[in-house]
């Protein structure tokens, strides 16, 4: 089993409240990644990090920031959250020789803004 | 356009059953493809990956084909089982940067039934 974890699993939430949405990998990957995927829908991309300090967006506009002060720790947060936001949210990992693909996925965030 | 086209969409066999799943692409440059398997409300998990040079990976009960001519590849799932029911997503990667991007089919909706 892959050690990447993703805190909380569900989340329902008012408009306009604040998220953060926590990812935390115990591998010692450099590289991890926030996707977005809608029921059906292929993932998409929004933000990366090569490693500390190290942020980028993604293919997929998004409203949402990251920050990557430590290795092991890359939170994803909604500074007013809409309905628009509703969506799972997977981070992901991956070690080096594995070029830019995720390796190991966390079980995701469900979340739902009313 | 870079795309990856999945079929079929969705899919219901009998237990002990085998099945083939189809991935078609259109993304070049090729780097390479990879299969994941997704359980509802889990992360996708990596079942196998090829490069341009290979054109059959197995992991288990599943095996994977690339024809890097046609752009298609298949997974093909043995003696199926319960567990086998998931969501099974087709990812390629090009190389047309360093960092390369990755192209997501939608899944195929894979249910094996008792």
């Known amino acids: 089993e892959a050690d990447i974890y993703q805190t909380p699993r569900y989340l329902v939430i008012g408009t306009g409240k604040k998220i953060t949405l926590e990812c935390s990998q115990t591998m010692g990957h450099d590289k991890m990644y926030w996707y977005q995927q809608d029921p059906g829908m292929e993932l998409h991309l929004i933000h990366y990090s090569y490693g500390v300090n190290s942020t980028e967006k993604g293919d997929l506009s998004s409203e949402s920031t990251v920050s990557r002060i430590r290795t092991e720790h890359f939170p994803l947060t909604l500074e007013s959250a809409r309905p628009s936001h509703t969506s799972q949210y997977l981070c992901a990992s991956s070690g080096r020789g594995s070029g830019n693909q995720p390796q190991h996925f966390g079980d995701g965030t469900r979340l739902s803004i009313l | 356009k870079n795309q990856v086209e999945q079929s079929p969409q969705s899919l219901i066999i009998l237990e002990g059953k085998n099945c083939t799943l189809q991935c078609n692409y259109t993304v070049s440059p090729f780097s390479n493809l990879r299969w994941y398997k997704q359980d509802t409300g889990r992360g996708p998990v990596s079942l196998t990956i090829m490069t341009f040079s290979e054109n059959t990976k197995s992991n288990g009960r599943y095996t994977a084909t690339l024809d890097a001519d046609t752009k298609q590849s298949s997974l093909h799932i043995t003696a199926s089982q319960l567990s086998d029911s998931a969501s099974y997503i087709c990812?390629?990667?090009?190389?047309?940067?360093?960092?390369?991007?990755?192209?997501f089919g939608r899944g195929t909706q894979l249910t094996v039934w008792p």
């Open positions: 990812v390629v990667s090009d190389r047309g940067s360093t960092l390369g991007r990755l192209y």
